[in-house]
T-cell receptor, first 116, second 112 residues
Framework: GAVVSQHPSWVICKSGTSVKIECRSL??????MFWYRQFPKQSLMLMAT?????????EQGVEKDKFLINHASLTLSTLTVTSAHPEDSSFYIC????????????FGQGTRLTVV | QKEVEQNSGPLSVPEGAIASLNCTYS??????FFWYRQYSGKSPELIMS????GDKEDGRFTAQLNKASQYVSLLIRDSQPSDSATYLC????????????FGAGTRLAVHP
């Protein structure tokens, strides 16, 4: 159990375009999902907490208008990188919890975004 | 500011040796602690969780927790080249959704 699927695994886009990344919990319902970004040789940096049916909570320094998060159902959260620029190129990873009292996080396989 | 500190390494050990990875955290109220393994280009994988002081063993892995010293460690016995990865220590932040705060990670290299 606790399978989290992320799609796509990698994407290349042109500067100025938008990219949507999906994160699905396949065998459980996730009321809370988290989005991380990881630059090469660095650790995971939390971008935002996504809650089903409500607005996401963004970490300090993360532009909410640039990184749009939608958690429309208990099994799906999406991250849209709007007007992407080369500096947005990174490894984006989502994670989900089995239930609110269980603080373990299970990760999707990640999305490698390259903006050219 | 909630912090999780790890030595970035690399930690190099010969095959068959014990690898010892360390982590300190700043939040005295933390109750749960996790070790994740991340291979290059892949997402993190949960390998150990520990909630009480003392040792917890799972196969070749042993997690050790000392809440008084705010210290958690991971021992890998009989290290194998396939253990070569970055090991991330993670602690839930008690204020708000228990979001996980990660250390910078320790890169482990096991050489034959």
């Amino acid at each position: 159990g606790a399978v989290v699927s992320q799609h796509p695994s990698w994407v290349i886009c042109k500067s100025g375009t938008s990219v949507k990344i999906e994160c699905r919990s396949l065998d459980f319902q996730a009321t809370t999902m988290f989005w991380y970004r990881q630059f090469p040789k660095q650790s995971l940096m939390l971008m935002a907490t996504s809650n089903e049916g409500s607005k996401a909570t963004y970490e300090q320094g993360v532009e909410k208008d640039k990184f749009l998060i939608n958690h429309a159902s208990l099994t799906l959260s999406t991250l849209t990188v709007t007007s992407a620029h080369p500096e947005d190129s990174s490894f984006y990873i989502c994670s989900a919890r089995l239930r609110n009292r269980d603080v373990r996080a299970f990760f999707g396989q990640g999305t490698r975004l390259t903006v050219v | 500011q909630k912090e999780v500190e790890q030595n970035s390494g690399p930690l190099s050990v010969p095959e068959g040796a014990i690898a010892s990875l360390n982590c300190t955290y700043s939040d005295r109220g933390s109750q749960s602690f996790f070790w994740y393994r991340q291979y290059s280009g892949k997402s993190p994988e949960l390998i150990m969780s520990i909630y009480s002081n003392g040792d917890k063993e799972d196969g070749r892995f042993t997690a050790q927790l000392n809440k008084a010293s705010q210290y958690v460690s991971l021992l890998i016995r009989d290290s194998q080249p396939s253990d070569s990865a970055t090991y991330l220590c993670a602690v839930p932040f008690s204020g708000g959704y228990n979001k996980l705060i990660f250390g910078a990670g320790t890169r482990l290299a096991v050489h034959p």
